[in-house]
């Protein structure tokens, strides 16, 4: 394992997972049961075991069915069958759901930045009304059951399995060479669809994984209201160079007489959703940012400035739904007064994994011989060069007080091959240099682990995998050349401010090995 030569005091840890690397959670060891005098007892506690080793089993298994849907070819291979838009009929008739997706009373969302968030504002909201709710986003960071929300909790075990079950069994009785399995995102997607309607929620709020026009989560014909998210460049592989078309496909989602609101756009974007939205008769309203004052001193549940224009995208949406619903009295009188109570414990309420997430580590901030450690995660999952910079000025904020004592500043980093690290890692340097942040060392990991299967507890196979590196490492040759220009391309020995690890594991066990050994020093991980 790669050593680090010296580390200063206090380990701040940016973690920034572009292509849902996951973010693990310290485990818990049980400790060794007690014999128990009552055999009845034992026996119950021998059998609950085994069941939980069947669950775990079941679960793995579905785990599994689950990654054969993952296409190995690029999104925008035009060959890629299963991504074929009219299939999606095909899946709908397949499993009955035509029908009860017309019933559905959905809030749906694109955009390029910020539409998870804005999602989760919306369906706190909501729920904080009294409805319940279902919330549908992407990506998971540790378990795939993350994407699926009722009442603003994980969906349980017991039901994903039900549901999945209820899907794969259907669609492998019926799909063949001409009709194949719907792809990993759109059997999601449809599976979301058969969980909100089984669980008969009043609202269900979806977050388009990619697009808008041609995305999975587009079978909805009649929405109650369609939101855009802020917008910028990415994707563009499929969706275009320009923010005109850019902001055209994502106007994909606009249905003709559905009212839509909008975050405050740039030009460009702004004409291309207003000639859509006049095209289909559709009323666009621009949603402006929140104004702190409106919330009564209390704060948003998800942290950082950008998040004011998520929030006010998401009480424009929440309060057209309640409109439309025939809620005209719980909804906000103005945009400038303090929203209603309910409004108010909704966003401060609301929360979500991997955006402006702070986690301090409990394997290494607990217990009297770590009580001089410190290893600190901050999570976000920027993935475009605007979201890039607004995470290195959060970063920057947060940990601000934290540099007065000695710190070290850590990037853990990873994004997908398809993504070009140029225009993503510039934009995080050049803004924490900006702002008085000095990564002392940055570790690149795939996010594919030979370690752990995400969303399950399988243990590590008895032969590791070889692990294809080559991507992290022309990762690694971007930040050298960043730090030190064409000369670190070049340097092969990269270990002063520089690592590649094969698994997050094996990062993990790096930092906190680190963090251990200079306690004088407070670890500050951004990812």
Known sequence: MPHRPHLAQLRRLLLLPCSSVPVPVPACRLSSPRAMASSSVSAAAAAAQAGGAVAAAEYE??????????????RAHSGNRGNQWDLMAHYLQILELEEPIARMKVIHVAGTKGKGSTCTFTEAILRSCGFSTGLFTSPHLMDVRERFRLNGVDI????????????????????????????????????????????????????VGLGGKFDATNVVEAPVVCGIASLGYDHMEILGNTLGEIAGEKAGIFKKGVPACTAPQPEEAMIALKQRASELGVSLQVAHPLEPHQLKDQHLGLRGEHQYVNAGLAVALASTWLEKQGHVERIPLNRTDPLPDQFISGLSNASLQGRAQIITDSQVNSGEEDKDCSLVFYLDGAHSPESMEICARWFSHVTKEDRTVPSSMILLFNCMSVRDPMRLLPHLLDTSTQNGVHFDMALFVPNQSQYNKLGTNSSAPAEPEQIDLSWQLSLQRVWQKLLHGDKGMNNTNSSENSLVFESLPLAMEWLRTNARQNRSTSFQAIK
């Open 61 to 74: 298994d579905v785990m599994g069915r689950l990654s054969s849907l993952i296409t190995q070819k690029v």
């Open 156 to 207: 349980s075990e017991e039901k994903f399995l039900k549901y999945f079950w209820w899907c794969w069994n259907k669609l492998k009785e019926k799909t063949d060479d001409d009709i194949p399995m719907p792809t990993y995102f759109r059997f999601l997607a449809l599976l979301a669809f058969k969980i909100f309607s089984a669980e008969q929620v009043d609202v269900a709020v979806l977050e």
